[in-house]
């Protein structure tokens, strides 16, 4: 008889352990309720104005696709939709209501990352254009200012992409040490000297893991 007792508690055990693997899991609201929860907030951001967004839901995750006419649009529906969803994919385009020559985007694009008050000696970005995309190469001095940057550039009109390839400054106390060290080696030579306390030094010093780069202009093979 007691083994038939064990018998017994074993099934019923295994027969709830069943009813456990087979109940679905609720993590969070459905994604039917959180495909309207995205869609009644690109709507109340004015989205069915200025872009045609379609949302779709699976297992948590929003994916995003249509057209806006900005890339700021684009980027603010993105964040709009991260509110309540766990993961988005972004395949929205930009279509520009008045398309504009790579030429003009670029000169916009430079003054609004290099003639920011906040770009200095420490920062080197390079801006090309092609077919309304901008690229950008180079480093900052801070992973704020790579953020920053492309979030300037999203107000300026006409752009379809930001490809953001900018490298961040070395953080630790070596690479910093080293980088104002050089800094101040190259600004305190009397062939530069005159630009000590500028914030667009013709010479940039990167530093990363102890590796230097330097980038820029000279005037002369005897400055190099």
Request: net charge positive; with cysteine; charged share 35%.
């Amino acid at each position: 008889m007691p083994a038939a007792g064990n018998r017994v508690r074993w099934t019923v055990r295994v027969s709830v352990l069943a009813c456990l693997a087979a109940a679905p899991a609720f993590a969070g609201p459905g994604d039917a309720e959180l495909q309207r929860k995205i869609e009644k907030r690109l709507a109340k951001a004015g989205f069915e104005q200025k872009a045609d967004i379609r949302v779709e839901v699976e297992s948590g995750v929003a994916r995003l696709s249509g057209i806006t006419l900005r890339f700021l649009d684009l980027r603010e529906a993105e964040r709009l939709a991260r509110k309540d969803a766990k993961r988005v994919v972004n395949l929205l385009r930009v279509v520009p209501e008045q398309p504009r020559p790579d030429k003009e985007i670029r000169a916009d694009a430079e003054r609004a990352v290099l003639r920011w008050e906040r770009y200095g000696p420490f920062d080197a970005v390079a801006i090309d254009v092609a077919d309304g995309a901008v690229k950008l190469t180079g480093w900052v001095e801070s992973p704020f200012k790579r953020d920053e940057i492309e979030e300037r550039l999203a107000r300026v009109d006409a752009i379809r992409d930001v490809l953001n390839d900018l490298r961040v400054q070395g953080f630790s106390q070596g690479d910093q040490r080293l980088l104002r060290e050089i800094h101040a080696k190259i600004y305190s030579d009397p062939l530069f000297e005159r630009w000590a306390d500028r914030p667009d030094p013709p010479v940039r010093v990167y530093v990363n893991r102890g590796r230097v780069t330097l980038a820029g202009t000279v005037g002369s093979t005897l400055e190099l």
